[in-house]
């Protein structure tokens, strides 16, 4: 017997809402998660009239839905808000160029200014020419330190106040577990938090109004939707330490659905004793990003691949950093202790 929607109790439903187990029909599912994410909005107060907006926009799914239920809210709610997109191509072909099309037609479909940055006008080289130097193993460290600071210089160009990013729960509660296990308590502090303010000179505040979104409710309003998004993965990944994290907290949330939120809110209720030694901020000495070294990640990958050497950016060798500023050659000691890391 077909199930009635347990919201409206008119139409019949169509889906078991994951999150709170209701059935409901089309309409009702996507008022409400639309009303959640406003309601996360306005809870945390994300935005403020008249802000321009930048949306992260990959063209995968959660940025499509992330667009959408911006340009639906900011209109239905009168935020006030000048949206557009910001896209950063990372130069991998077979992947990031499809997606970067799927972001075109979100342009003309949502009506939205778009900008990309990319890799290669940026920093000289793009991830294909990256993994040629580096291989398989290392490459997502390059890639998301360069992505962050991509965002922030896209952001800069485009005079937007802040940048809106697609995570969602699935993605806090990865980041949360792989924190624990790696003992990172500066980024486990950092990673449940919904906006974090500007830390400094070109970095951009940033939020995530899709932080309690499950995954799976995702998928279906784009579904149901019928947005235009890309789904392949890229052909880099995978990313096997994000992948372990990913599996494990899929099962269990077979057994405890619950558990992502669980873990986010184990994260936000940690608190760091004093005493604590964390990270003082500074900026790097070259190009005057944020960094607590003298130069900053992107600048020693940068300087890593620039010389043929891409292991320095990889593990810790803050002791060759004075080299580095100073543009002294290493010696063919340290060239030869550097290629013999093994990743
Ligand atoms: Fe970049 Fe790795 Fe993500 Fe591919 S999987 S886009 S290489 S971070
Ligand atoms: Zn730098």
Redesign the pocket.
């Known amino acids: 017997m077909p199930v009635q929607c347990s919201s409206c109790s008119k139409n019949r439903a169509v889906l078991r809402r994951p999150k709170t187990g209701h059935s409901l029909c089309k309409e009702c599912f996507f008022i409400a998660f639309e009303e959640e994410v406003h309601r996360t909005i306005v809870a945390a107060e994300l935005f403020k009239h008249g802000e321009r907006v930048g949306i992260a926009a990959s063209g995968g799914k959660d940025s499509t839905v992330l667009a959408h239920v911006m340009k639906v809210l900011n209109e239905r709610y009168s935020y006030g808000l000048e949206l557009m997109l910001l896209s950063v191509d ?1 130069g ?1 072909t077979g ?2 160029d499809d997606s970067l099309e799927t972001v075109k037609r979100n342009q003309e479909q949502y009506e939205l200014p778009l900008k990309i940055v990319s890799y290669e006008e940026l920093y000289g080289w793009t ?1 294909d020419a990256i993994v040629k130097q580096v291989g398989l193993k290392n ?2 460290t390059f ?2 330190v360069f ?1 962050r600071q991509a965002l922030d210089r896209g952001a800069i160009m485009l005079k937007v106040d802040k940048i809106c990013t697609g995570h969602n729960a699935d993605d806090i509660a990865e980041t949360v577990l792989m924190n624990v296990l790696r003992g990172d308590i500066a980024r486990l502090r950092r990673c449940t938090a919904i906006s974090t303010s500007s830390e400094g000179d070109g970095v951009v505040p940033r939020c995530k109004p899709l932080k309690y979104a499950y995954e799976k409710e995702i998928v279906l309003y784009a579904y149901f939707k019928k947005l235009d998004y890309f789904s392949t ?7 096997a330490y994000r992948g372990y994290a990913r599996t494990f907290l899929k099962d269990l949330e077979s057994i405890r659905p619950s558990s992502i939120m669980d873990v986010i809110h184990s994260g936000e209720n940690l608190s760091v004793r004093d005493g604590v030694k964390m990270p003082v901020q500074g900026t790097c000495s070259r190009c005057g990003y944020i960094s607590s070294q003298a130069l900053c990640k992107a600048c020693v990958l940068l300087e890593g691949l620039n010389r043929g050497l891409p292991k320095l950016g990889i593990g810790k060798h803050h002791r060759l950093h004075g080299k580095l500023l100073s543009q002294e050659p290493l010696t063919e000691k340290e060239e030869r202790k550097l290629k013999a890391v093994e990743f």
């Open positions: 990372e991998i992947y990031r991830m490459n997502c890639c998301g992505r993965e890229c052909i880099y990944s995978p990313n």
